[in-house]
T-cell receptor
């Protein structure tokens, strides 16, 4: 069964500084990977996803992530953060084989932007 | 239409009440999901419907009863809930994995409070 680890529960960053949110996964088969953002009292919004192809994936709001199969990682990056990026960020994985529609989430990283 | 719509947005119910949560999507997605999210925790999968058939039940108590009347609608019937069932209930949908733009779309959730 797949699993996701987000080691950093909280990440404080100064405004306009770069940020990296770490995500590692575990699975015995190929996977699809996702990053979601959740603003307070709201649902989940897809930032970006990796299905296949280029390992560098660009998403919305200036975020990007790189899939590294050898390190089983899918870290999220942004070169310059804004106050509006303050939110909870979830990495998620689903196995790409037929069936097994279980999207599994990491425990989340709370990104706080310091003015 | 690229949204998953959940109603109601907020629900307060007593432990002896019967209520239902509704979820609707018109994107032609063939799988629909119910997730439960407690405060400061990641979403946890409850049920998966694939082509209108229940395919995954994550050992959810019988006081939660899902129903998929057609390919666009997903309901969650609630009966005799406990205060610890208070949470944000998220609905999601997804296309077939063979689709190039495969992914999960989440609704904004129903905030449930059991008193």
């Amino acid at each position: 069964a797949q699993s996701v680890t987000q080691l950093d529960s909280q990440v404080p960053v100064f405004e306009e500084a770069p940020v990296e949110l770490r995500c590692n996964y575990s699975s015995s088969v190929s996977v699809y990977l996702f990053w979601y953002v959740q603003y307070p009292n709201q649902g989940l919004q897809l930032l970006l996803k990796y299905l296949s192809g280029s390992t560098l994936v660009k998403g919305i709001n200036g975020f990007e992530a790189e899939f590294n199969k050898s390190q089983t990682s899918f870290h999220l990056r942004k070169p310059s953060v804004h106050i509006s990026d303050t939110a909870e960020y979830f990495c998620a994985v689903v196995e790409s084989n037929f069936g097994n529609e279980k999207l599994t989430f990491g425990t989340g990283t709370r990104l706080t932007i310091i003015p | 239409d690229t949204e998953v719509t959940q109603t109601p947005k907020h629900l307060v119910m007593g432990m002896t009440n019967k209520k239902s949560l509704k979820c609707e999507q018109h994107m032609g997605h063939r799988a629909m999901y119910w997730y439960k999210q407690k405060a400061k925790k990641p979403p946890e999968l409850m049920f998966v419907y694939s082509y209108e058939k229940l395919s995954i039940n994550e050992s959810v108590p019988s006081r939660f009863s899902p129903e998929c009347p057609n390919s666009s609608l997903l309901n969650l019937h609630l009966h005799a809930l406990q205060p610890e069932d208070s949470a944000l209930y998220l609905c999601a949908s997804s296309q077939d994995k063979a689709e190039a733009n495969y992914g999960y779309t989440f609704g904004s959730g129903t905030r449930l409070t059991v008193v």
